[in-house]
């Protein structure tokens, strides 16, 4: 082998370890009755292989070759071969992987949400609900003491831009003081550049909760359950349009103006906070 590479036969027995003569000898036999099998059972391999379209792996192969065409060959002769020939078959799907946020923040809330004044502590999350034309997402923002919603954005993807947009409505509707914290899940739009730069820019402190955990964003969390069970669910939407004015009818007039709160002593948002 090494010599066939153009290195000195002299050079090559000496790393090795074997003799000239042993080289040549080995050079001028006559191929064995093994290799010649190999060699034929390689070429079977190849046209079973291309049958298949380059989808066929080592067991399909051997499976083709003793049952499709009656060969006596073993599995791992098969799958040496093909390892040998760098012959490989299609592998399945591969595995989805989560997006990852840019930015993380840590979690400053604990799963506590109970704050004794507003604008201390905003929740936010992205829910989505189908519609015959397609899905319509709806990002929210929530302030924990009165259980307003202070920010809300409607579009029909699940960009930065909806998380960023709804909690821009928040910022010039509240005018929140530094140092009040918006909290968040760990999807990537809330760990965007955007996002992340929108909140900082006005004071507020990102923090989020950790993977796959609803009890720590649990407040909002309860508000998609109800607005499913009080909006979504009740029947089936046609356009984007007709769900996005029913749910900036659900948000705006009905849970901020007129829906009473067990936990505001049966008041509504608005009714608590004046």
């Not at 000195?8 to 000239?20: F, Y």
């Not at 002769?77 to 799907?93: C, Q």
């Not at 015959?132 to 930065?160: F, M, N």
Request: hydrophobic content about 40%.
């Amino acid at each position: 082998m090494m010599a066939g590479e153009g290195l000195p036969v002299q050079m090559a027995t000496r790393v090795l370890g074997v003799s000239e003569s042993g080289y040549y000898n080995a050079r001028g036999r006559a191929p064995s009755a093994r290799a010649i099998r190999h060699a034929w059972l390689l070429d079977q391999i190849r046209i079973v292989h291309a049958a298949s379209k380059g989808t066929y792996g080592a067991r399909r192969v051997h499976a083709e070759l003793t049952l499709g065409q009656g060969l006596v060959v073993g599995h791992n002769a098969v799958e040496m071969l093909m390892a040998r020939a760098g012959i490989r078959g299609v592998t399945g799907r591969p595995r989805w992987r989560r997006p990852r946020p840019d930015l993380i923040a840590t979690d400053l809330v604990d799963r506590d949400f109970a704050r004794a004044g507003p604008n201390q502590l905003w929740v936010t999350d992205i829910t989505e609900h189908p519609t015959r034309e397609g899905k319509v997402y709806c990002a929210v923002v929530l302030d924990v003491y009165s259980r307003r919603v202070v920010g809300w954005s409607i579009d029909a993807s699940p960009t930065a831009a909806l998380v960023t947009n709804a909690l821009g409505m928040a910022i010039d509707a509240r005018r929140p003081g530094p140092g009040a914290v918006i909290h968040s899940d760990r999807g990537v739009q809330f760990g965007s550049w955007a996002f992340t730069d929108r909140a900082r820019a006005s004071g507020l402190v990102p923090s989020m909760g950790s993977i796959a955990d609803c009890f720590d964003n649990a407040m909002i969390e309860s508000f998609w359950s109800r607005m499913q069970v009080e909006l979504l669910n009740r029947q089936r939407w046609r356009t984007r349009i007709e769900l996005a004015n029913a749910i900036f009818e659900y948000l705006e007039i009905w849970h901020n103006r007129r829906r009473r709160h067990s936990a505001l002593g049966w008041l509504s948002p608005l009714e608590f906070e004046n």
